[in-house]
């Protein structure tokens, strides 16, 4: 399956697949970037379990299993579970990626900021 990257502010996307995005992670690692970690957006993850669903308690319920995960996070940035990379971490990972033969448009993407790993 593909992966679905979201720009935070911007709302573009950019899809990939498992390999190319792994292999960016990989290359950004060896070329000396330090991940600071993906954030769980708890709020957001319930939000979207329950979207268009009337019963409250069921709703409640998605908040408690979000706030849950969010808890066990481990802040990879390999799972799609709609997970952030902060903006301070997009430049850094830029910064790695830079001449390293990464697509460009990956690249570009990239350096606009933060985005959501979407599920």
């Known amino acids: 399956m593909s992966y679905h990257l979201l720009n935070i502010e911007a709302s573009v996307s950019y899809y990939c697949d498992e390999d190319e995005w792994i ?3 990989e290359t950004a ?3 000396g970037w330090k991940p600071d970690g993906t954030l ?3 709020v957001y993850v319930a939000e979207e379990e329950s979207f268009d669903i009337d019963d409250e308690l069921y709703c409640m319920y998605m908040m408690i299993i979000a706030k849950d ?4 996070w481990d802040g990879n940035y ?13 430049l ?19 350096k606009k900021g933060s985005f959501r790993i979407c599920s």
């Open 78 to 90: 390999i799972e799609k579970q709609n997970q952030i990379v902060m903006y301070e971490d997009t």
């Open 69 to 72: 995960e969010y808890f066990e």
């Open 40 to 42: 769980y957006d708890y």
């Open 23 to 25: 292999r960016t992670i």
């Open 92 to 110: 850094y990972l830029a910064a790695a990626l830079e001449n390293s033969g990464i697509d460009d448009k990956l690249l570009d993407f990239i």
């Open 29 to 31: 690692k060896e070329n």
